[in-house]
Nanobody
Framework: QVQLVESGGGLVQPGGSLRLSCVASRSGSSLNRMGWYRQAPGKQRELVAVISSRGIVNYADSVKGRFTISRDNTKNTLYLQMNSLKPEDTAVYYC?????????WGQGTQVTVSS
């Protein structure tokens, strides 16, 4: 099992930027796929972006060109750079990691985009 701790959420105006971080309790090199998901009030949790152990990335269509996922295995950390934020990006953002075929989740960090 892996403990994941997210940080970096907050309140930002439309068009602004935030960078989320997720620190894992295990070595980053031991983790397979890692990703960010989000859940808005009254909606199901949805994929935002994922990155494989080899650095292959995939994004939801709604965030392509605005968000960038990256990982630093030397720091056991996953990042999500979010630019050009929109009100519809408001949600709780969760970090996810696959360790030996088992999924682990962080506690989530709130992102609110509002003027």
């Amino acid at each position: 099992q892996v403990q994941l701790v997210e940080s970096g959420g907050g309140l930002v105006q439309p068009g602004g930027s935030l960078r989320l971080s997720c620190v894992a309790s295990r070595s980053g090199s031991s983790l397979n796929r890692m990703g960010w998901y989000r859940q808005a009030p009254g909606k199901q949790r949805e994929l935002v972006a994922v990155i494989s152990s080899r650095g292959i990335v995939n994004y939801a269509d709604s965030v392509k060109g605005r968000f960038t996922i990256s990982r630093d295995n030397t720091k056991n950390t996953l990042y999500l750079q979010m630019n050009s934020l929109k009100p519809e990006d408001t949600a709780v953002y969760y970090c996810n990691a696959d360790f030996r075929g088992l999924d682990s989740w962080g506690q989530g960090t709130q992102v609110t985009v509002s003027s």
